[in-house]
Nanobody
Framework: VQLVESGGGLVQRGDSLRLSCVVSGSSFSIKGMGWYRQAPGKQRELVAAMANGGSTYYADSLKGRFTISRDNAKNTVDLQMNSLKPEDTAVYYC???????????WGQGTLVTVSS
């Protein structure tokens, strides 16, 4: 499985940004997809996830601002981020979840910087 993220960049407080992750390779063992982020000096945290059946998970602090979606025809998983805040500044990673529930394949990450 190969994952390639895109869409990061420098934005201002209140702006929106859409991240995209292209999924390629053998995907039969993928149970779901997730977006993580890691801010400087902090641990990596799960931002949003979507199971193959369509159910979603969002970190409590991000509900209402972030939306995860997938396009099976394009093999992409997107993360729409609205009303961005400086504390959303982080490297955002796309990851695939295996049948055992572990996220075992990761993209290279895309940097999102939100200025105040």
């Amino acid at each position: 499985v190969q994952l390639v993220e895109s869409g990061g960049g420098l934005v201002q407080r209140g702006d929106s940004l859409r991240l995209s992750c292209v999924v390629s390779g053998s995907s039969f063992s993928i149970k779901g997809m997730g977006w993580y982020r890691q801010a400087p000096g902090k641990q990596r945290e799960l931002v949003a996830a979507m199971a193959n059946g369509g159910s979603t998970y969002y970190a409590d602090s991000l509900k209402g601002r972030f939306t995860i979606s997938r396009d099976n025809a394009k093999n992409t998983v997107d993360l729409q981020m609205n009303s961005l805040k400086p504390e959303d500044t982080a490297v955002y990673y796309c990851a695939s979840q295996n049948l055992y529930g572990y996220y075992d394949y990761w993209g290279q990450g895309t940097l999102v910087t939100v200025s105040s």
